[in-house]
């Protein structure tokens, strides 16, 4: 994101030098306080701020994976946190709107200001995990930022505030924002005032790795048993923790990533049927909430095979937002009015994600004694092994919260 600062040019000194704002609303409107033990915490807040993310993940796993034909990446928690930052600045009326879209209570600061702790403190990068999560609103230079809001983003670490010629000269700011997203963006719109833009990039190691000597070329199957093309296939024999969702019929596999296991890759599928739509279709935080429930190690090693892949998306948030009835923030400047002036009146907001699934992991694969016939301890329905040679679902977690912070779905193989 350093490349970003060069947009930045003469503009930058209206962002960094306090006194050249213009207050628009009086800084005494909102109580900051970045510590939620002022707030009187006392429960168990991490359950609501799990309800109110995986409210919004679900909703736009949804549409995302509609109009990526079911084959996509994307960080649905970058993208409430910077619905969060526009919030925090929008008129009443649509403050009020995103805030019950968002499942964040109007009423209380302190509370949302906690929830954006969790919230922006999952991507971390460590020796293990490379993760790297950057969220920008690129505003037209010369534009006055408030500064309660402004106070409000920073401190939260919701987003950086980087200013750039849009109007000036939109061709060179649309190659810049194309060159340091590393994206193509067939949809960027700089129409408006500003944009938004996202970029998350993961690639971890797993705790135990998958056994080197046997990643094989393997077919990768249609839901209706067709040959796609290939993949490598990644194979270790381990015990692992699956879990059976009855709700859907699914199966679920979760892998730890990282020394501690800070990290958790879930993978899914349906049982005895490869079309992932019908997941897609039928979850709900309740399924969620389920799915964690229901992993158990098992007793004995089994199969566990997944295709080593780098995938990428670029999602247009606008549309999918729009999808979900939120359209204000792109149509009326107004509703935008008390991030800055003139209005920060956003016209493209966009997302890319790349995420890279390799055999490498910190410990050596386990040597597992061959028991192929003691029985798993598991729910029956889960069989003896998890093949994902045919299309799945899979997602990103931290151990602490389990916060979502990437989901996925993998339906066409890059070799054919
Ligand atoms: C760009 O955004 C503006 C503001 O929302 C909208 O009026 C316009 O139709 C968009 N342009 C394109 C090409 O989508
Ligand atoms: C995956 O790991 C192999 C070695 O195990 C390495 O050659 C390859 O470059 C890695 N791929 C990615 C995308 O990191």
Redesign the pocket.
Known sequence: MRALITLCLVACSVLTSGQQYRPIVSSSSVQYTGNPGLCNLNRDYIREYRTATYHFTLSSFKPVAVRSNFNFVYSPISIWIMVAAIAEGADPLTQQKLFQFLHLPPQDPCLRYAFYQLATSRALPTNEVNIKNNRILLINEGTTLNPTWYDIVVKNSLLDVVAAPIKYNSVATANEIKRIMSARLP?L?L??NSVLLDTIDYNGLWTTAFADAVVERAPFYSHRGEVLGSVDMMRVRRRARLGYIKSINGKVLELPVGSDERYRMIFGVIVGNADIRPIVAAVSSATVFEVIDSLRESAVPIDVAIPRMVITSEVDVRVILEDLGVTDI??DPSATRYISDPPAFP?SFLQRSTLVLNNTGLYAPPEEPFSYNAPTGLDYALGRDFIANHPFVFSLFDAETYTCIMAAAYTTPTYT
């Open positions: 949809t719109n129409s408006g792109f149509t016209s």
